[in-house]
């Protein structure tokens, strides 16, 4: 597995999109742009092509804004590549009637910014990034969904969110309106830290439990196919998209 390096930030990825179980086509995307230390998913959401036409459309303006950005202020290039991601969406439903509704979900992490020891994350919709760290899961993105409100209101648990009958019914994303109202933020490093990037299809088929015990006993590459495992017995009836992401020196070398 190779290794990149960014400023005082060296780290390895592997990532895998596989169509679920019930599906007859994958609707997700892989953002991968490691050179520049840029990582992501999308989800897209309207059936058939429009869902993939979605979330290319999406992976690629958005990884392309990021790429030509200079890196001038984090939270304004990640706020921009957002809404050239949704503008090229809603450009293209314009050209072709046949695909209006189509959208997608996004969720990107970007390593060594503004410090070369913190990296940032732009996210809308339900996909999410994970941290592992310290023999802990821990979901660092917020669902944009009427259930997940509910689990921050303390009103349903976890486990009773991941059950519940309209966990896919979400309330922002790309390509629906010109207003959008992404979640971006920035965290620091540690050597040892790995981060999941993922759609539902992984998280609504395994518990945070599964997640957390296939990262903490395997190597980046077998907790990969090991997470996909898991989520063909479960049943995974949507796709699934994984990238895992493990920082191996920072400017914080200390180990988790």
Known sequence: MREYCKDQVRYRYCSSSKIGLVRKNNEDSLLLLPEIGLFGVCDGLGGHAAGEVASSLAAGAFGKAV??????????????????????????????????????????????????????????????VYRYRDFALEQLTEDH??????????????????????????????????????????????????????????????SDDQISKTLAERELEGALGRLFDQAYRAGAPDNISVVLVEITESADSTPN
């Open 67 to 128: 790429s030509e950005s200079g890196e001038a202020d984090v939270w304004q290039v990640l706020f921009e590549a957002i809404i050239k991601a949704n503008l090229s969406i809603m450009e293209e439903q314009s050209r072709t009637p046949a695909l209006t509704g189509m959208g997608t979900t996004l969720s990107a992490i970007w390593l060594g910014v503004q410090v070369s020891n913190e990296a940032a994350i732009a996210h809308i919709g339900d996909s999410r």
């Open 145 to 206: 969904s009427p259930v997940f409100e509910l689990f921050k209101k303390g009103m349903i648990s976890k486990e009773e969110m991941q059950r519940h009958p309209h966990k896919s019914l979400i309330d922002r994303c790309l390509g629906i309106s010109s207003v959008v109202e992404p979640q971006i933020f920035s965290l620091p490093l540690r050597r040892g830290d790995r981060f999941l990037i993922s759609t539902d299809g992984l998280t609504d088929s395994l």
